[in-house]
Antibody, heavy 120, light 106 residues
Framework: QITLKESGPTLVKPTQTLTLTCTFS??????????VTWIRQPPGKALEWLAL???????PYSPSLQSRLTITKDTSKNQVVLTMTNMDPVDTATYYC????????????WGQGTLVTVSS | DIQMTQSPSTLSASVGDRVTITCRAS??????LAWYQQKPGKAPNLLIY???VLQSGVPSRFSGSGSGTEFTLTISSLQPDDFATYYC????????FGQGTKVEIK
């Protein structure tokens, strides 16, 4: 059974750095073709892709947010960490992690999501 | 950046209706397209990938077609469980989602 779960703060202040952890089970990020991605969704709005990390440590980022994002993996712990710097109220959203399956670059398994509010 | 535009933004339909949602890409993406269903307060669920491949476990009333810049998601006979918001996603260059299509009860 494949599961993913996001964890991190529910409230951050403007200008702070957000650190989110995705802890997963049922697959290994050392398996060829697999990846873990982060996607966010502001309340009532559409999905926005943020970053992806592959089994081989390749790390594509959203071009519009690349300067603020860092994604890393700890294969031994089955965790992927996303950091986003200089948080702003417009970054308030539910943040999801998901598995990029071996069949292609889409999410075949999703975490439940975690709501992050940016407010002073 | 590749932009994805869905139409309509909202669709009112009845149980049993045939429903079609369109997704257009700002440039050709071959068949690098996925469709997701999302219900309120829940994570999205993968329905279709590579434009027309039905994800395992997804009912056969869902189908996808298209290539290049124009794609469609069709629900052949709308069921009560299908009232939700649907998103397309391109994975040709980076990833981009459409703005969503909400399917509501007529």
């Amino acid at each position: 059974q494949i599961t993913l779960k996001e964890s991190g703060p529910t409230l951050v202040k403007p200008t702070q750095t957000l650190t989110l952890t995705c802890t997963f089970s049922g697959f290994s990020l050392s398996t060829s073709g697999l990846g873990v991605t982060w996607i966010r969704q502001p309340p009532g709005k559409a999905l926005e892709w943020l970053a992806l990390i592959y089994w081989n440590d390749n790390k594509p980022y959203s071009p519009s947010l690349q300067s603020r994002l860092t994604i890393t993996k700890d294969t031994s712990k089955n965790q992927v960490v996303l950091t986003m710097t200089n948080m702003d109220p417009v970054d308030t959203a539910t943040y999801y992690c998901g598995r990029r399956g071996a069949s292609g670059s889409f999410v075949d398994y999703w975490g439940q999501g975690t709501l992050v509010t940016v407010s002073s | 950046d590749i932009q994805m535009t869905q139409s309509p933004s909202t669709l009112s339909a009845s149980v049993g209706d045939r429903v079609t949602i369109t997704c257009r890409a700002s440039q050709s993406i071959s068949t690098s397209l996925a469709w997701y269903q999302q219900k309120p307060g829940k994570a999205p669920n993968l329905l279709i990938y590579k434009a027309s491949v039905l994800q395992s476990g997804v009912p056969s009333r869902f189908s996808g077609s298209g290539s290049g810049t124009e794609f469609t998601l069709t629900i052949s006979s709308l069921q009560p469980d299908d009232f939700a918001t649907y998103y397309c996603q391109q994975f040709y260059t980076y990833w981009t989602f459409g703005q969503g299509t909400k399917v509501e009860i007529k």
